[in-house]
């Protein structure tokens, strides 16, 4: 899913393609893909700009795939918190694909938030009810409860021994489901396990990515969505690829049980001469399954992608 052309387009004019924007949106790069990096912090509007423009994408695309998981399970969420909202790319992408009535964004640095709150003013018609910003710190504050809570690109950016403390302020707040999105990098996949473990425990159906709740067997599970590039992303970004892929791993928990995939693709499927092999997590385990161009599932199959549920014809 493209983000919103009104949303775009008032990112975009939050810019010009001069050599500041590009710095600007190069160290934001950088620092998002160096873990070791001791602040990620945006540290003026002129950045957060340029992270609307830059990076927002691959996060409103990532983010919306998760959502679409949620959508799949038939929940209906009509109010949103989300927290470390950045500059707001889980309230657009949650707008696109529900109702919502009322949606918080809650976010750490001014900068952001400005950006943010200027953008969905901008896109006031898109929403049905304007989002509220407030800043907000999340080893510090409470949490206003609400349907679905959204966490995306945030717990990994805590400091170590602050993230179960989170984990429990943000299920608790969840009246429905809780959405937890991270870098696709072994080490945020290992403490997505933990944080599914401990979900588990204390109550929560794991509605998404996995088709169980027994203990997960992977080393590294992650997903991707290819985001389409514009004129100004690729000047930014100093990419001559009309495209980039966003790598996530998520996790989505419910209050009630809810209509979960039977198996879900892991990696992207090989389509070969009249047959598609697939990468399944199904309840026993994850398997490798090659689907027959005579098999009923064939068709299923070559239309499927990474991250796809998989649900075998009777």
């Not at 409860?145 to 959204?150: E, G, K, R, S």
């Not at 969505?225 to 004129?231: A, E, L, M, P």
Request: some cysteine.
């Amino acid at each position: 899913m493209e983000m919103p052309p009104v949303l775009k387009q008032a990112a975009e004019r939050l810019v010009s393609a001069g050599t500041a924007a590009k710095k600007n949106a190069q160290a934001i790069s950088r620092r998002y893909r160096d873990e070791r990096a001791p602040d990620r912090t945006i540290v003026d509007a002129d950045e957060a700009a340029a992270y609307a423009v830059a990076r927002m994408p691959a996060t409103f695309g990532a983010i919306a795939f998760v959502l679409r998981q949620l959508k799949e399970t038939g929940l209906e969420p009509e109010t949103l918190t989300d927290i470390g909202a950045g500059t707001g790319a889980a309230v657009w992408a949650a707008q696109s694909l529900f109702d919502l009535k009322g949606a918080l964004c809650l976010e750490r640095e001014p900068a952001m938030r400005r950006v943010g709150e200027s953008l969905t003013t901008a896109g006031a018609d898109f929403f049905t009810a304007l989002p509220e910003w407030r800043g907000f710190d999340l080893t510090a504050d409470a949490i206003e409860p609400a349907d679905l809570v959204t966490a995306c690109y945030v717990l990994n950016e805590l400091p170590d021994g602050t993230r179960d403390a989170a984990l429990s302020k943000l299920w608790a707040a969840a009246r429905k489901a809780l959405i937890i999105v991270e870098p696709a990098t072994p080490a945020c996949f290992d403490r997505m396990k933990a944080f599914r473990t401990t979900l588990i425990e204390n109550g929560a159906f794991i509605a998404a990515p996995c088709p169980h709740q027994n203990a997960c067997p992977e080393s590294w599970c992650h997903f991707a969505c290819r985001v389409q590039r514009s004129k100004l992303h690729r000047v930014l970004k100093n990419g001559d690829a009309p495209f980039e892929d966003e790598k996530f791993t998520y996790l989505i928990a419910t209050r009630e049980r809810v209509a979960a995939a039977p198996a879900r693709i892991l990696r992207r499927p090989k389509i070969e001469k009249n047959k598609v092999v697939l990468t399944l997590c199904e309840p026993d385990g994850a398997r490798e399954r090659t689907v027959f161009k005579n098999e009923a599932d064939y068709k299923a199959a070559r239309k499927s992608d990474w991250g796809d549920p998989f649900i075998s014809n009777p």
